[in-house]
Every structure is written in C-alpha cells, then in structure tokens.
C-alpha cells in the first residue's frame, strides 16, 4: 500500500485480510504501530490489526467489509429494480428497463425449464439470488488497489471489496438454500422425506443405515458444494489479479506486459463473473425443484 515498503508477500497478505471486528481473550499480547507488546488484562471487543489478531478472535469476528458491501450491493440491487418496475409501462421499453426486462426474462425461462413443482417465490428468489451474486462478483473488476488506497486515506487498513471471495459470504448464502431445501422437503413430502432418506438406494429394511448415511452425507454435501465453488472460483481470480498488480512493482520493463496480463485477464474473468453467479442461481433452483418432486 501507498507510504510502506511492503514485500510481495506482505502485499498479497495485506489486500487478503479483511476488515474485522472481534473479541480478543484476555492475556493476548497485542503489538501497536509502535511495536512496543501490551497484553490485555481482560477480553476485547476491537478492530483486528492484522491476520493474526483476526485468527485469535476466532468465532466472534465479523467481517466489516464482507458484510457492508454485501448488504450495499444488496440495496443497490432493490433500488434498481424498484425504479425500474415503476417506470415500466406496456410500451416499448428503452434503457435500463429493457436490460431490466431481458434479465428478468432469462431468469424467469431458466426457472421454467428448471423447476417442476409449484412455488411463487422461487423464481423471485433464483433473480435475487442471480442478480446479487452477480453484483458481488463484478467488484472483482475494479483495480485491487483502487478502494483500499481510498479508504486508507481516511485511517481504514484494511478491506476486501468482494464478498464472494470471503467463505463466510457464500457459506451463509449455501446455508440459507440448504434451510429451504430443509423446509421444502419436509413441507412437500411429509413423512415421505424419512422414507427417501431411508429407503434409497438399496428398498430393504436391512439397508436403512447404509442408505441413511449416503443420502444424508449427499443432502449436506449440496450446500457445501454450492458455497465453495463461488468462493473458490472467486478467490482464485481475485489472487491472480493481485499477483498481477505485484509485477507492477517489478521494476519499469514489467509495466507493459503487466498491463497486457491485467487486460487480458479482465476481459476473461468477466465470463467467469457472470457464470459463477448463473451457476449459483441454477443450482438453488434444482435443488429447490428436487425438494419439490414428490413421488
């Protein structure tokens, strides 16, 4: 960052850490800006100055970054939406209404084709879901050093601007399918869901434990799943994007090849961003739709 004399490594590790707020237990010994070591006498509620403290504060530190631009991206979203679907009319649509239009309509198709049950809220939620995910990704195009140099300026350390690459972002949002998948089996199938649970693969009595564990160890390895490939894809681009950005640094003869790797890796991850979030999208909506299918 501007004004240190940052190796590559503490670099990479700078721009990996996130904004956090914690509990510190007592007896942790802190080192301020001065590197002189205070050890605290009781347990803290501060912000973490490093991914040291971050690690230390465990279970109870919440991701300040993660959390504001995902709610942010959240509100954005809504406003949109709401002001299109005010100035919508039967008229030809023009602008932001007909990008508006043509998102709701691929989305709306895929839900079609995807889900065979019946649920008014699975189609506005495969949108949300879509157009959310999509947002967050999409922070990923902006210069890595470009918000965190800003919000340095003003005493801010720290900060991840994409909170798709945080696990805890998309691990919430998996956890959330997972809850409604939860609820839709139960509501849809009733006792039904046990004998699904019990009686597949193998339809005899004497397989009840064999089928128990595999179809409970693949019902929980959906959300899982789902989760970690938004995170994983997410954070394996936003690497190779500060990678990138460190050779700036290299010296002059790197700044065009740079350059050229910054662009061409750009304009790739923009396939990326919009496949991870039609991904996630489609995903909610089969599991949901599986939920559904009562035989």
Known sequence: MSGENLTVNSYIKHHLTNLTYGKLPEGY?????????????QDT???????????????????????????????????????????????VPSGMVNLVEMVVEFVDSNVKDTFHGRNPIVAPLALTVFCWVFLMNLMDLLPVDLVPELLLLVGIPYQKIVPSTDPNITMGMAAGVFLMMLYYNIKVKGFGFVKELTMNPFNHWAFIPVNLFMEVVGFVAKPFSLGLRLFGNMYAGEMIFILIA????????????AGLMQMGWA???VLIVALQ?????????????????DH
């Open 277 to 293: 979030a039609f991904i996630f999208m489609v995903l909610t909506v089969v599991y949901l739709s599986m939920a559904h299918e």
């Open 267 to 269: 304009i790739f991850h």
């Open 246 to 257: 460190a050779l700036f640094g290299a010296g002059l003869m790197w700044l065009i090849p």
């Open 29 to 41: 010994a802190r080192v301020d800006e001065h590197g002189e070591t205070h050890t605290l006498t």
């Open 45 to 91: 509620w501060t912000m973490a100055h490093g991914g040291e403290e971050a690690s230390a504060m465990g279970f109870n530190a919440i991701h300040l970054d993660s959390m504001a631009w995902s709610i942010g991206l959240g509100l954005i979203f809504c406003f949109i939406f709401y002001g299109v679907a005010k100035k919508a009319s039967s008229g």
